[in-house]
């Protein structure tokens, strides 16, 4: 028998795939992460780590398998959490998410898996696993799940072939309602849990007031620029080449407060991100205000109105080379070349049609269509037909 270790989370999806697993023939062991002890950050009614270790516990001894809790908070603080800080003090927007699975679940957690004697990992990620020969070499392929609804293969787009090989998804070929039957009929504890929609493992994090333990707040001006604003309609150069054509596209435009009008005050550029509607508090506005642009040197947050604002709006973006990352290597670009793809630059978004260029200094994404809110420190990942093949952190 081989033995799989599950990551069991105390949700619905995790204890179904330790389920299936187990029908499967495999010896399964569960293990819970403990990832964070700092109570004042979290919303402690709303899934605290003792809850949801408790549930993942009742889990374990309803299918019989055996339980253990590890202690992850160090390797999670160092990680993910300082990391985290440290983007949004410059101001990038990171992802926890991606993140804690390339380095907490499918590194330090795998590592302390194979030491027991594990042959796989599992999780409860909605993804598919497959395999195939190339010039006598087992290549691994990761395959967005069966539920369109529900894929998670973004948040895996930073894996390599090593942690392929040693991962299983057992509830990729299922649907969330195909999950929580199973569940249902289980009668196991975690049926009906609402699924966690704060940091990876941190349970339901308010993330101001996480950003705020480490980043003071610091008031500044909000910055409304017009839709006619001269800086949003540039002339557009000739370009000598493919390359600068790309780097204009791909560039955000530098606002000057001379460039529209304070609106407001906020507390933070580091606490806001492209994109963002929520948290401005700006009144007397025909359409909301959205977050077209952050200076955190100078502590000012620029915006427009309305979700169709030029300033959202962008046709390329920029990955540089030591960002790069192929799941795929035997796909991977030299310089000079392109390859068409779908892309998406945030988790559930739609995949769009894009092209990627590869240059000596990085790799641009050049999509069809203009996307909103593509934004600095978050991952792009591209795919080919449903195989995710590699990702880059968007400069």
């Given at each position: 028998?081989?033995?799989?270790?599950?990551?069991?989370?105390?949700?619905?999806?995790?204890?179904?795939?330790?389920?299936?697993?187990?029908?499967?023939?495999?010896?399964?062991?569960?293990?819970?992460?403990?990832?964070?002890?700092?109570?004042?950050?979290?919303?402690?009614?709303?899934?605290?780590?003792?809850?949801?270790?408790?549930?993942?516990?009742?889990?374990?001894?309803?299918?019989?398998?055996?339980?253990?809790?590890?202690?992850?908070?160090?390797?999670?603080?160092?990680?993910?959490?300082?990391?985290?800080?440290?983007?949004?003090?410059?101001?990038?927007?990171?992802?926890?998410?991606?993140?804690?699975?390339?380095?907490?679940?499918?590194?330090?957690?795998?590592?302390?898996?194979?030491?027991?004697?594990?042959?796989?990992?599992?999780?409860?990620?909605?993804?598919?696993?497959?395999?195939?020969?190339?010039?006598?070499?087992?290549?691994?392929?990761?395959?967005?799940?069966?539920?369109?609804?529900?894929?998670?293969?973004?948040?895996?787009?930073?894996?390599?072939?090593?942690?392929?090989?040693?991962?299983?998804?057992?509830?990729?070929?299922?649907?969330?309602?195909?999950?929580?039957?199973?569940?249902?009929?289980?009668?196991?504890?975690?049926?009906?849990?609402?699924?966690?929609?704060?940091?990876?493992?941190?349970?339901?994090?308010?993330?101001?007031?996480?950003?705020?333990?480490?980043?003071?707040?610091?008031?500044?001006?909000?910055?409304?620029?017009?839709?006619?604003?001269?800086?949003?309609?540039?002339?557009?150069?000739?370009?000598?080449?493919?390359?600068?054509?790309?780097?204009?596209?791909?560039?955000?435009?530098?606002?000057?407060?001379?460039?529209?009008?304070?609106?407001?005050?906020?507390?933070?550029?580091?606490?806001?991100?492209?994109?963002?509607?929520?948290?401005?508090?700006?009144?007397?506005?025909?359409?909301?205000?959205?977050?077209?642009?952050?200076?955190?040197?100078?502590n000012i947050i620029?915006?427009?109105?309305?979700?169709?604002?030029?300033?959202?709006?962008?046709?390329?973006?920029?990955?540089?080379?030591?960002?790069?990352?192929?799941?795929?290597?035997?796909?991977?670009?030299?310089?000079?070349?392109?390859?068409?793809?779908?892309?998406?630059?945030?988790?559930?978004?739609?995949?769009q049609k894009a092209?990627?260029?590869?240059?000596?200094?990085?790799?641009?994404?050049e999509f069809e269509?203009?996307?909103?809110?593509?934004?600095?420190?978050?991952?792009?990942?591209?795919?080919?037909?449903?195989?995710?093949?590699?990702?880059?952190?968007?400069?």
């Amino acid at each position: 028998m081989q033995r799989v270790i599950v990551g069991l989370s105390g949700g619905v999806d995790s204890s179904v795939a330790a389920y299936v697993l187990k029908q499967q023939g495999y010896d399964v062991i569960g293990l819970f992460m403990k990832n964070w002890h700092d109570t004042s950050v979290t919303i402690s009614n709303e899934c605290p780590w003792l809850e949801d270790s408790n549930d993942a516990m009742l889990v374990a001894e309803k299918l019989g398998i055996p339980f253990q809790v590890v202690d992850l908070s160090e390797q999670y603080k160092e990680k993910i959490v300082d990391y985290m800080f440290a983007e949004y003090k410059v101001g990038r927007t990171p992802n926890p998410d991606v993140l804690c699975n390339r380095e907490i679940k499918f590194d330090v957690f795998m590592n302390i898996a194979l030491e027991l004697g594990a042959d796989f990992v599992a999780t409860g990620h909605y993804c598919r696993k497959s395999e195939k020969e190339i010039d006598g070499k087992k290549v691994f392929q990761l395959l967005a799940g069966k539920d369109d609804n529900k894929d998670q293969s973004y948040f895996l787009c930073q894996l390599s072939q090593e942690q392929l090989a040693k991962s299983l998804f057992p509830i990729g070929e299922m649907t969330k309602p195909e999950v929580r039957k199973i569940a249902l009929e289980l009668d196991l504890v975690t049926a009906e849990k609402k699924d966690s929609q704060g940091l990876c493992f941190i349970g339901k994090v308010k993330l101001p007031d996480f950003l705020q333990a480490q980043l003071k707040p610091k008031e500044g001006s909000i910055v409304r620029i017009s839709s006619e604003a001269e800086i949003l309609h540039p002339e557009i150069p000739t370009f000598k080449n493919k390359e600068a054509e790309l780097a204009f596209n791909a560039k955000a435009p530098e606002y000057q407060i001379s460039d529209g009008k304070i609106v407001g005050k906020h507390q933070g550029a580091h606490y806001f991100t492209v994109g963002q509607r929520k948290g401005l508090a700006v009144g007397g506005m025909k359409e909301p205000l959205y977050v077209i642009g952050t200076d955190v040197k100078d502590n000012i947050i620029y915006t427009g109105e309305g979700n169709q604002h030029p300033g959202l709006y962008r046709k390329a973006l920029f990955i540089s080379s030591s960002d790069i990352h192929w799941i795929r290597k035997d796909l991977s670009l030299n310089a000079g070349e392109t390859m068409e793809v779908l892309a998406r630059i945030r988790y559930r978004q739609p995949l769009q049609k894009a092209i990627l260029h590869r240059f000596t200094k990085g790799l641009y994404i050049e999509f069809e269509k203009q996307q909103s809110a593509i934004t600095q420190g978050q991952f792009a990942a591209w795919y080919i037909e449903d195989e995710l093949i590699g990702s880059g952190v968007i400069s």
